[in-house]
């Protein structure tokens, strides 16, 4: 957007009104990429995301090992979200090798995709709020945070990378007591979710600040193919939960969170109402879980698929998650691609950012869920 | 590579139960009436020109030669309401030197197809010694049918060395700009020690 | 033996030490000696007990510690006394060192943290001097395009601008550098040079991010800057005096935060976004422009910034003390001087001191001094306070808040206070006072 000059002054190109900033990658408003922006004045006129600085070819190394093997160096990409990146891997594995989760282990695996989706979503309001310049919101996530950590090193045995997952179940029963552990937990989490409303959302200079910033319409985010909390702020209701249940999400008891502004505020504010919602999937997930039984199927040794191909996807923290495993009949797969919210999410990066103060940058960026080492895998 | 995994051995405590491969295999295969009409859309617009890869519950895949990809990719878009795309994988076949290019596509507008995944794959001509971009590894973008695909095919682009014609924007994304190697994904690219 | 120094002679060692003192005896002796007599030539002595203060009678009296008193006494009314300590930069910088540490623990407990711990074994209360330390052994790079004069001496600047504006605040009655009639003009005079320093150093450095840091900090001063001194012409207004000292005598009985809490609302704001606090930070947005004119300082460059910008915070809570919170006015709460000391001397078993020249400072002065010291304490605490609660405001929002709500407010600010003395109620011969 470049605004006409006025009249009486005379420039010799436009080119000198304007000024390329390199944000990133060692800006600390950029994480682990870089953005290319011009700017006229206080408008930013066009941005160029750079991604790839972590770029670690998680694909390619999958395809030289086998399933199980598989495991860990796939969560490598969100260790703060490592049950859910596992997820889908798990599932199109199952399916490509016929295996059958017992009931148990579908819990378990239920709850510890919400925990972690927790653990991801306050490490990302935390850097949102200190994108922001409130401190406060970086410091209260982040302690918050270790309680749910707590939880998952009780399951897993892992504080991050937890590795829990496997094709067939989970790796491990739940430890004695966890039930009241968590719910516990869990308990003293709603109460701290409160204050960050208070605090944060409610705050006014936020409000001022991140309204009607960054308007994704409703439109533009069907076309542009984006996911998750960006695609649900902007009024589309899809959460794979929901549309397309996996394990047992179909049981449980939660609804989907949309809203309909489409601004930074709202995107900003969905993964929060996730939160809640996640913390209603544990209570119920505790309550209809069987209290005792198999956790895990056991597998051959070094399993083999067939000649076939497997598109799973589950709801990550970022949105829709999918793994795409071809198999040619080896223990390794032939071919692994991960499809992430985050990758899927930066293409609305040069579209929101067009346009909008400098100041913006932030608030827009952080708000679209990217996080730049899993969209470059 | 070791064919034994320790994570097996530790759960021998809990109840075995058998792998149920055997179980699925007797089952007959029963091709789910939703998506089987979908698919039949499709063929009967197209005929010949595509075939019908698998139908299970909730996937549907499709093959199309890439000549005709865009006109498929359009009737899919605008008849079976299929409006984004949530990745772009490019799969090499060194041994018929092919390059498979698989769209995955959902829907976000239709409340029946938002479990649906439609696969619409085309195999384009893979060169030995590849010059990205200026070989015969080329295909239409379908950027102008599913705007979003538009940083996947990027990626596809660098990492398979699959050109997309028509595509506003064929840099590079994720490699930097100094690569000077065979794309990597592609099979003869190997890592070291493996 | 000791590998790190292997061919070591304790012998050499001891040639070396009293090699060292010999040259430092010659050296003074030659040189230090003449040149700190040329000067005492120069300096006019002050007179104590009706003898002049020779050079020699002041080693007499080091030499007798119970007539030092005396001598500290005439010192600390000298100019030299009052520019470096006590109501100029030491005490400032004491308070301002202070204010960073205070700044860091209630920042945590806000937080839910513990701040700095480990330093200084209480509570970390010597972080502060380790962060010094740190800056100070820091290397200094300087950008290759830079414009290097004045890059260098734009901190010098700051802090010595800063320092400028201490120098106008009147501690406790008699307690100040420059007394002058102008006062609270000379305080917008110094005010006015920040935006020019801070435009300087962002555009010698030849940067982006601190050139767009600097002309953010530039609308930020340049908008500020209206509101504020219109939202103190209402004090001027009522006081009809310019002078600091004599606005500080007339809120004996009442504070001028009561008549005018608009132009407080309106001065504070203004305050904040001087001091590119939180929410007005955008000079120095971290996650937007880096650390916006900050950015290409390094190592004790830095350091004399955020000196200096601590020195300006206290200089503005001490300056909303002055006007608004009556200064040095309160109750007598500081005990007198104990009058057996003067008289009777220090009984210590079977030894008597008997200390001349006590008491050193007045009850007046040490009572004014510490209710000025709270009151200001106490502002500095609400200045820091927002930190915790409020995000970054954006420019936009900044300029509209300047330009429209704070210039309105702080007339109809003006009007109460022209209302008040047209009524009779205030001003010279008004109801109140």
């Given at each position: 957007m470049i605004t006409p000059l006025p009249p009486g002054i005379q420039l010799e190109k436009v080119d000198d009104r304007i000024m390329t900033l390199n944000v990133g990658p060692q800006h600390p408003g950029s994480g682990h990429m870089r953005l290319i922006i011009k700017v006229d004045g206080d408008y930013i006129v066009s941005c160029d995301p750079d991604p790839g600085y972590v770029h670690r070819g998680e694909e390619k190394m999958a395809e030289y090992r086998n399933y199980i093997q598989n495991i860990p160096h796939l969560e490598r990409p969100v260790i703060h979200d490592s049950c859910n990146i596992l997820y889908p891997y798990c599932l199109a594995v199952e399916d490509l090798l016929g295996l059958e989760v017992p009931e148990r282990a579908k819990y378990i695996r239920v709850i510890a995709s919400e925990l972690n989706r927790c653990v991801y979503t306050l490490y990302w309001l935390a850097i949102y709020g200190i994108f922001l310049g409130h401190s406060t919101m970086f410091m209260w996530p982040v302690g918050d945070r270790e309680f749910c950590i707590d939880l998952l090193e009780a399951m897993s045995g892992a504080r991050v990378t937890h590795a829990y997952f496997v094709p067939g179940g989970v790796r491990n029963d739940l430890p004695a007591n966890f039930e009241e552990r968590c719910l516990r937990q869990i308990d003293y989490f709603e109460k701290r979710l409160k204050q960050y409303e208070d605090i944060f959302y409610q705050n006014p200079v936020l409000k001022q600040r991140t309204e009607g910033t960054g308007v994704l319409s409703r439109m533009d985010a069907i076309r542009l193919g984006t996911t998750g909390s960006v695609l649900r702020s902007a009024g589309v209701d899809f959460d794979v939960r929901k549309k397309e249940p996996y394990d047992v999400y179909d049981n449980l008891d939660f609804q989907t969170q949309v809203l309909k502004e489409g601004d930074s505020y709202a995107r900003s504010r969905v993964p929060y109402l996730d939160m809640l919602e996640s913390c209603r999937i544990i209570k119920d997930a505790l309550k209809k879980?069987?209290?005792?039984?198999?956790?895990r199927t056991k597998l051959k040794p070094n399993p083999k698929g067939g000649n076939d191909e497997v598109y799973r996807r589950v709801e990550s923290g970022r949105g829709s998650l999918g793994m795409y495993v071809v198999s040619d009949g080896k223990p390794e797969p032939y071919r692994v691609k991960i499809s992430v919210g985050s990758f899927r999410n930066l293409i609305c990066m040069p579209y929101l950012l067009k346009g909008e103060k400098l100041g913006n940058m932030p608030a827009v960026y952080w708000s679209l869920n990217y996080w730049p080492v899993e969209a470059d895998r | 590579m070791s064919s034994e995994t320790t994570i097996d051995e530790k759960s021998s405590e809990t109840v075995e139960t058998k792998p149920e491969i055997a179980k699925k295999e007797i089952t007959p295969v029963v091709e789910p009436k939703f998506e089987k009409s979908l698919a039949e859309k499709v063929v009967s617009k197209f005929g010949t020109i595509v075939t019908i890869g698998f139908i299970k519950p909730n996937r549907i895949r499709i093959n199309a030669k890439k000549e005709n990809i865009l006109d498929v990719a359009t009737f899919i878009r605008d008849e079976?309401?299929?409006?984004?795309?949530e990745s772009v994988t490019g799969v090499d076949y060194p041994k018929s030197k092919e390059i498979e290019v698989v769209y995955h596509l959902g829907s976000y507008t239709e409340p029946q197809l938002a479990k649906q995944v439609l696969t619409l794959a085309t195999r384009v001509p893979r060169e030995d010694i590849p010059n990205p971009g200026h070989d015969s590894t080329r295909m239409p973008s379908l950027r102008d049918v599913f705007y979003s695909v538009e940083f996947h095919e990027r990626e596809c682009f660098e990492m398979l060395g699959v050109y997309f014609d028509g595509h506003p924007d064929n840099r590079r994304l994720l490699l930097p700009e100094d690569w000077a190697d065979i794309p990597p994904f592609r099979k003869d690219f190997g890592i070291k020690g493996r | 033996m000791s590998s790190i120094a292997p061919e070591f002679r304790l012998s050499r060692f001891v040639a070396s030490l009293t090699d060292l003192i010999f040259w430092v005896i010659v050296i003074f002796t030659l040189i230090g000696l003449p040149i700190v007599f040329i000067l005492l030539f120069y300096i006019k002595l002050p007179v104590i007990d009706d003898k002049l203060l020779t050079p020699y009678l002041a080693l007499t009296w080091l030499a007798d510690p119970s007539r030092t008193l005396p001598i500290i006494k005439s010192l600390m009314h000298t100019d030299f006394f009052r520019i470096t300590t006590f109501p100029g930069f030491g005490f400032a910088a004491l308070l301002a060192a202070g204010t960073i540490y205070i700044e860091r623990k209630f920042l945590a407990k806000m937080q839910l943290r513990v701040g700095p711990l480990y330093c200084g074994k209480i509570e970390g209360i010597l972080q502060l001097m380790g962060d010094g330390l740190k800056l100070i052994s820091k290397e200094i790079i300087i950008p290759a395009k830079a414009d290097k004069p004045i890059f260098w001496v734009a901190p010098l600047l700051f802090v010595g601008t800063a320092a400028a504006f201490i120098s106008l605040i009147p501690v406790a009655p008699g307690w100040v550098v420059a007394d002058l009639d102008v006062g609270l003009l000379a305080v917008f005079a110094v005010i006015g040079f920040f935006p020019i320093i801070t435009i300087l150093s962002s555009w010698s450095a030849n940067s982006k991010f601190p050139f767009i840091g600097g002309i953010r900090a530039l609308h930020q001063m340049v908008s500020f800057e209206i509101p504020l001194i219109l939202s103190l012409l209402g004090i001027v207004i009522l006081?009809?005096?310019?002078n600091l000292t004599e606005i500080v005598e007339s809120q004996q009985h009442y504070w001028w935060i009561i008549f005018m809490p608009i132009g407080a609302i309106v001065f504070f704001t203004t305050i904040l976004a001087e001091l590119e606090r939180i929410p007005f930070d955008l000079p120095e947005a971290e996650s937007e422009i880096v650390a916006g004119w900050l950015t290409e300082f390094s190592g004790m460059m830095y350091g004399l910034v955020q000196l200096g910008s601590y020195l300006k915070l206290y200089a503005f809570a001490a300056l909303f003390t002055i006007l608004f919170l009556g200064g040095w006015n309160g109750p007598m709460i500081w005990p007198p001087f104990p009058q057996e000391i003067i008289t009777e001397g220090i009984k210590m078993g079977p030894i008597t001191m008997h200390v001349p020249g006590l008491p050193l400072l007045d009850q007046e002065m040490l009572n004014g001094t510490l209710w000025f010291t709270i009151k200001t304490i106490g502002v500095i605490l609400v200045i820091l306070l927002p930190r915790g609660v409020f995000p970054r405001i954006r420019i936009d929002l900044l300029l509209h808040t300047g330009w429209y709500k704070l210039i309105g407010l702080s007339f109809v600010n003006i009007f109460i206070a022209l209302a008040l003395v047209y009524a009779g109620v205030l001003g010279p011969g008004g109801l109140i006072q």
């Amino acid at each position: 957007m470049i605004t006409p000059l006025p009249p009486g002054i005379q420039l010799e190109k436009v080119d000198d009104r304007i000024m390329t900033l390199n944000v990133g990658p060692q800006h600390p408003g950029s994480g682990h990429m870089r953005l290319i922006i011009k700017v006229d004045g206080d408008y930013i006129v066009s941005c160029d995301p750079d991604p790839g600085y972590v770029h670690r070819g998680e694909e390619k190394m999958a395809e030289y090992r086998n399933y199980i093997q598989n495991i860990p160096h796939l969560e490598r990409p969100v260790i703060h979200d490592s049950c859910n990146i596992l997820y889908p891997y798990c599932l199109a594995v199952e399916d490509l090798l016929g295996l059958e989760v017992p009931e148990r282990a579908k819990y378990i695996r239920v709850i510890a995709s919400e925990l972690n989706r927790c653990v991801y979503t306050l490490y990302w309001l935390a850097i949102y709020g200190i994108f922001l310049g409130h401190s406060t919101m970086f410091m209260w996530p982040v302690g918050d945070r270790e309680f749910c950590i707590d939880l998952l090193e009780a399951m897993s045995g892992a504080r991050v990378t937890h590795a829990y997952f496997v094709p067939g179940g989970v790796r491990n029963d739940l430890p004695a007591n966890f039930e009241e552990r968590c719910l516990r937990q869990i308990d003293y989490f709603e109460k701290r979710l409160k204050q960050y409303e208070d605090i944060f959302y409610q705050n006014p200079v936020l409000k001022q600040r991140t309204e009607g910033t960054g308007v994704l319409s409703r439109m533009d985010a069907i076309r542009l193919g984006t996911t998750g909390s960006v695609l649900r702020s902007a009024g589309v209701d899809f959460d794979v939960r929901k549309k397309e249940p996996y394990d047992v999400y179909d049981n449980l008891d939660f609804q989907t969170q949309v809203l309909k502004e489409g601004d930074s505020y709202a995107r900003s504010r969905v993964p929060y109402l996730d939160m809640l919602e996640s913390c209603r999937i544990i209570k119920d997930a505790l309550k209809k879980m069987p209290k005792s039984g198999s956790v895990r199927t056991k597998l051959k040794p070094n399993p083999k698929g067939g000649n076939d191909e497997v598109y799973r996807r589950v709801e990550s923290g970022r949105g829709s998650l999918g793994m795409y495993v071809v198999s040619d009949g080896k223990p390794e797969p032939y071919r692994v691609k991960i499809s992430v919210g985050s990758f899927r999410n930066l293409i609305c990066m040069p579209y929101l950012l067009k346009g909008e103060k400098l100041g913006n940058m932030p608030a827009v960026y952080w708000s679209l869920n990217y996080w730049p080492v899993e969209a470059d895998r | 590579m070791s064919s034994e995994t320790t994570i097996d051995e530790k759960s021998s405590e809990t109840v075995e139960t058998k792998p149920e491969i055997a179980k699925k295999e007797i089952t007959p295969v029963v091709e789910p009436k939703f998506e089987k009409s979908l698919a039949e859309k499709v063929v009967s617009k197209f005929g010949t020109i595509v075939t019908i890869g698998f139908i299970k519950p909730n996937r549907i895949r499709i093959n199309a030669k890439k000549e005709n990809i865009l006109d498929v990719a359009t009737f899919i878009r605008d008849e079976l309401n299929f409006d984004h795309a949530e990745s772009v994988t490019g799969v090499d076949y060194p041994k018929s030197k092919e390059i498979e290019v698989v769209y995955h596509l959902g829907s976000y507008t239709e409340p029946q197809l938002a479990k649906q995944v439609l696969t619409l794959a085309t195999r384009v001509p893979r060169e030995d010694i590849p010059n990205p971009g200026h070989d015969s590894t080329r295909m239409p973008s379908l950027r102008d049918v599913f705007y979003s695909v538009e940083f996947h095919e990027r990626e596809c682009f660098e990492m398979l060395g699959v050109y997309f014609d028509g595509h506003p924007d064929n840099r590079r994304l994720l490699l930097p700009e100094d690569w000077a190697d065979i794309p990597p994904f592609r099979k003869d690219f190997g890592i070291k020690g493996r | 033996m000791s590998s790190i120094a292997p061919e070591f002679r304790l012998s050499r060692f001891v040639a070396s030490l009293t090699d060292l003192i010999f040259w430092v005896i010659v050296i003074f002796t030659l040189i230090g000696l003449p040149i700190v007599f040329i000067l005492l030539f120069y300096i006019k002595l002050p007179v104590i007990d009706d003898k002049l203060l020779t050079p020699y009678l002041a080693l007499t009296w080091l030499a007798d510690p119970s007539r030092t008193l005396p001598i500290i006494k005439s010192l600390m009314h000298t100019d030299f006394f009052r520019i470096t300590t006590f109501p100029g930069f030491g005490f400032a910088a004491l308070l301002a060192a202070g204010t960073i540490y205070i700044e860091r623990k209630f920042l945590a407990k806000m937080q839910l943290r513990v701040g700095p711990l480990y330093c200084g074994k209480i509570e970390g209360i010597l972080q502060l001097m380790g962060d010094g330390l740190k800056l100070i052994s820091k290397e200094i790079i300087i950008p290759a395009k830079a414009d290097k004069p004045i890059f260098w001496v734009a901190p010098l600047l700051f802090v010595g601008t800063a320092a400028a504006f201490i120098s106008l605040i009147p501690v406790a009655p008699g307690w100040v550098v420059a007394d002058l009639d102008v006062g609270l003009l000379a305080v917008f005079a110094v005010i006015g040079f920040f935006p020019i320093i801070t435009i300087l150093s962002s555009w010698s450095a030849n940067s982006k991010f601190p050139f767009i840091g600097g002309i953010r900090a530039l609308h930020q001063m340049v908008s500020f800057e209206i509101p504020l001194i219109l939202s103190l012409l209402g004090i001027v207004i009522l006081t009809g005096t310019l002078n600091l000292t004599e606005i500080v005598e007339s809120q004996q009985h009442y504070w001028w935060i009561i008549f005018m809490p608009i132009g407080a609302i309106v001065f504070f704001t203004t305050i904040l976004a001087e001091l590119e606090r939180i929410p007005f930070d955008l000079p120095e947005a971290e996650s937007e422009i880096v650390a916006g004119w900050l950015t290409e300082f390094s190592g004790m460059m830095y350091g004399l910034v955020q000196l200096g910008s601590y020195l300006k915070l206290y200089a503005f809570a001490a300056l909303f003390t002055i006007l608004f919170l009556g200064g040095w006015n309160g109750p007598m709460i500081w005990p007198p001087f104990p009058q057996e000391i003067i008289t009777e001397g220090i009984k210590m078993g079977p030894i008597t001191m008997h200390v001349p020249g006590l008491p050193l400072l007045d009850q007046e002065m040490l009572n004014g001094t510490l209710w000025f010291t709270i009151k200001t304490i106490g502002v500095i605490l609400v200045i820091l306070l927002p930190r915790g609660v409020f995000p970054r405001i954006r420019i936009d929002l900044l300029l509209h808040t300047g330009w429209y709500k704070l210039i309105g407010l702080s007339f109809v600010n003006i009007f109460i206070a022209l209302a008040l003395v047209y009524a009779g109620v205030l001003g010279p011969g008004g109801l109140i006072q």
